[in-house]
């Protein structure tokens, strides 16, 4: 039987969502979706005092070799912070549907098919109804068994930590966190994004027909231009798998308007 409720410390027992939850907002201190720094210190430490207190033996090392071995074990993108699927590797959650998301939707192409499989109103959004059907299916395909209760309490969950703005539902770069960092191709757009102008000068020069979309070989010359524009470093594989995830969201071959300005453009201030 479990306790009160306590304070968001971290103990090797199993988590519920809220639970891991909570002791992600504790030492992601600023909200940037990451542990790092003195964030990385303070958990470290908390999770020595949580192994210590729960017996487990700990070797003699001095805190900054331990630190190391464990960026070394955990880090899996080696960029010295630790993201919140990382740490749902650290914690053993009890019901990980982070790991369970990873699992289903490994790449950006799955994870653009399943988008657009869920965005039923294509409103470039995934309101909180349309998120419970995309989680009772990813816990469906991973034989875990839910009730009614505890897949409420999972969308719940994903909303509160994915939501960044507020509103409730979940924009398309704000979902795009559930993928692994290499793997989350939203993320290589970020210092590129577009202001509404840019981007209609930008369509509009694609779509010399004006009929309101672009095809996959329009697509792949915008994104060139965009890296070139930006001076950014360009691997065609690369290049290739976004083009790729991006088309995912067409239709029947048809990139619409809206579908690529979720990808380019700027998100609403928060």
Excluded at 76 to 90: P, T, V, Y
Excluded at 133 to 142: E, H, I, N, P, V
Excluded at 204 to 209: C, G, I, N, R, W
Excluded at 210 to 215: A, R
Aim: aromatic letters at 10%; a negative charge; hydrophobic letters at 35%.
């Amino acid at each position: 039987m479990a306790g009160p409720q306590q304070a968001p410390h971290l103990h090797l027992a199993e988590l519920t969502a809220s639970q891991f939850l909570d002791v992600w907002r504790h030492f992601d201190a600023d909200g940037n979706g990451y542990i790092e720094g003195k964030e990385l210190e303070n958990f470290f430490q908390e999770l020595e005092s949580a192994r210590k207190g729960a017996g487990v033996d700990l070797k003699k090392d001095n805190l900054a070799d331990k630190m190391k071995e464990f960026m070394h074990k955990y880090d899996k993108n080696s960029d010295g912070k630790i993201e919140m699927a990382e740490l749902a590797q650290i914690l053993p959650t009890e019901e990980n549907f982070l790991l369970c998301f990873r699992q289903h939707v490994g790449s950006s192409s799955e994870f653009m098919e399943a988008w657009r499989r869920y965005d039923t109103d294509r409103s470039g959004y995934i309101e909180a109804n349309e998120l419970k059907g995309f989680l009772s299916d990813l816990l469906k395909k991973a034989n875990r068994p839910y009730d009614e209760p505890k897949l409420q309490e999972y969308t719940q969950t994903i909303l509160r930590m994915f939501d960044m703005n507020g509103d409730g539902k979940l924009g398309l770069s704000e979902m795009s966190r559930l993928l692994p960092v290499q793997e989350n191709f939203l993320l290589k757009f970020q210092g590129m994004k577009l202001s509404s102008e840019e981007f209609n000068a930008i369509f509009a020069f694609y779509d010399k027909d004006g009929n309101g979309f672009i095809d996959e070989n329009e697509l792949d010359a915008l994104l060139k231009d965009l890296y070139e524009k930006n001076k950014k470093e360009m691997n065609i594989q690369q290049l290739t798998n976004y083009r790729k995830s991006i088309m995912n969201l067409s239709d029947g071959g048809k990139l619409y308007r809206k579908e690529l300005e979720m990808v380019l453009c700027n998100e609403p201030p928060m």
